[in-house]
């Protein structure tokens, strides 16, 4: 399962997204630092959960990334997240 796949998968698995969107930005960032063939280090992550409801977005990134602690010991170098609850703006 690619790294973009599992992602999704536990977000998916972990939030219960009313959306969600993972978008592979690697190769904006060839050349740059954490970089590596294939791809599948840099992301962009758009997602929306009941889970962050109430919550501050340091709290929501926190969530993300406990939920993504393993893609990342795997090698994600940059995750970008834009994190809301329903009906925000």
């Known amino acids: 399962m690619s790294i973009t796949e599992r992602i999704r998968t536990r977000l ?15 190769a904006l960032h060839a050349g740059h630092s954490g970089a590596r063939p294939g791809g599948e280090t840099h992301f962009f992550v758009k997602v929306a959960s009941e889970r962050f409801a109430g919550k501050r977005s340091l709290d929501r990134h926190r969530l993300v990334y406990a939920l993504l602690a393993e893609e990342i010991a795997d090698g994600v170098h940059a995750l970008a997240l834009e994190t809301r609850a329903p009906g925000e703006p």
């Not at 998916?12 to 690697?26: H, I, T």
């Open 12 to 26: 998916e698995e972990g939030l219960a997204p009313s959306f969600l969107s993972v978008e592979d930005q690697s």
